[in-house]
């Protein structure tokens, strides 16, 4: 199991200010903030892995085509709960990549909805259910 991944942004502000909304619909509670850095974990007391964020100290534009963080999927429980996400997501001004759906591609049932943030990564809402 993955213990903790950690993501440079160029706007640490920005970034919390972004996250504390979208992380609780993902099914994660704050777990630490301070000034040079701040993380998620699952919440409840759930076993997963944790989110830290960092400020970048290098300048530098990210792309999910080169090498390195491609995206960051999140499973959640329902299928209503990928669309809860995605249209925060939209509110917040996140360029929505693909709208909820199943994705035959995967091994089913593969529900989910993709977007990037402020910065251009990539993240996924994923239900492997067929609940609403």
């Not at 992380?23 to 903030?33: A, D, Q």
């Not at 929505?96 to 593969?110: D, G, K, L, N, Q």
Request: charge should be negative; hydrophobic fraction near 40%; charged fraction near 20%.
């Amino acid at each position: 199991m993955i213990g903790h991944i950690g993501i440079n942004v160029p706007d640490l502000a920005a970034a919390k200010a972004y996250y504390d909304q979208v992380m609780p619909l993902l099914g994660f509670e704050e777990f630490l903030s301070s000034h040079d850095q701040f993380a998620y974990r699952p919440a409840g007391g759930k076993p997963g892995t944790y989110l830290f964020f960092y400020p970048a100290l290098e300048e530098s534009g990210f792309s999910r085509h080169r090498t390195g963080l491609q995206h960051v999927a999140f499973m959640v429980g329902s299928r209503s709960a990928v669309r809860q996400v995605r249209d925060l997501a939209e509110k917040l001004g996140s360029e929505i990549v693909h709208e909820p759906r199943e994705f035959p591609e995967y091994p089913p049932p593969y529900y989910a909805a993709f977007w990037l943030d402020p910065f251009g990564f990539m993240i996924e809402a994923v239900c492997h259910h067929d609940r609403d």
